[in-house]
């Protein structure tokens, strides 16, 4: 069966310091990989999504970034975080084309940005 | 106009009463609606998925889909506290090549013992 670990659960970073937040399927190969930030009342926002290795795709321009150096590792990173990056953020994945396309959440990192 | 609507709630019910979550849709691409339901500081995990028109029924959950109308619906029979969570609507489509899915904004529900 297909898992998806997404560490840490959270975190507390001040304002101009970097953040590494990673992501890993295992059970499924060459999966569409997602990255979502939740904020109170706003819903989910997709960040970024992967079909591929080193494939990425941003959905809104801002100061953090993804990469993808594995087939089921997926990582949001940024040079220096802003107090606007506090939030829930889910990483998630899905079948490719022609499969169901549901998506499976990791269980979420909190940052706090102080 | 959103893509995808859905009232945030708050919702509070007594135990035992029906539940009726709503979400319309605008983009008639939509093929595939899901359900998610989100414990607090957790990630959503799928509740219910269907394809077509109708109802699609697991246990006390039944997930109504309307594409004529563009409504989708989730009802909660028999509620327990333990259905008290956040459920996001959400559905997809396949287009230029890539598949595009989109969320609700979530509605918090309550289930009062």
């Known amino acids: 069966s297909q898992t998806i670990h997404q560490w840490p659960a959270t975190l507390v970073q001040p304002v101009g310091s970097p953040l590494s937040l990673e992501c890993t399927v295992e059970?499924?190969?060459?999966?569409?990989l997602y990255w979502y930030r939740q904020a109170a009342g706003r819903g989910l926002q997709l960040l970024f999504y992967s079909v591929g290795i080193g494939q990425i795709s941003s959905e809104v321009p801002q100061n953090l970034s993804a990469s993808r150096p594995q087939d089921r590792q997926f990582i949001l990173s940024s040079k220096k975080l802003l107090l606007s990056d506090s939030g829930f953020y889910l990483c998630a994945w899905s079948h490719q084309q022609g499969m169901n396309t549901e998506a499976f959440f990791g269980q979420g990192t909190r940052l706090t940005v102080v | 106009q959103k893509e995808v609507e859905q009232d945030p709630g708050p919702l509070s019910v007594p135990e035992g009463a029906i539940v009726s979550l709503n979400c319309t849709y605008s983009n008639s691409a939509f093929q595939y609606f899901m359900w998610y339901r989100q414990y607090s500081r957790k990630g959503p995990e799928l509740l219910m998925y269907?394809?077509?028109?109708g109802n699609k029924e697991d246990g006390r959950f039944t997930a109504q889909v309307d594409k004529s109308s563009k409504y989708i619906s989730l009802f909660i029979r028999d509620s327990q506290p333990s259905d008290s969570a956040t459920y996001l609507c959400a559905m997809s489509a396949w287009a230029g090549g890539s598949e595009k899915l989109v969320f609700g904004k979530g509605m918090k529900l309550t289930v009062n013992p």
């Open positions: 269907t394809y077509s028109s």
């Open positions: 059970g499924t190969s060459n999966p569409n």
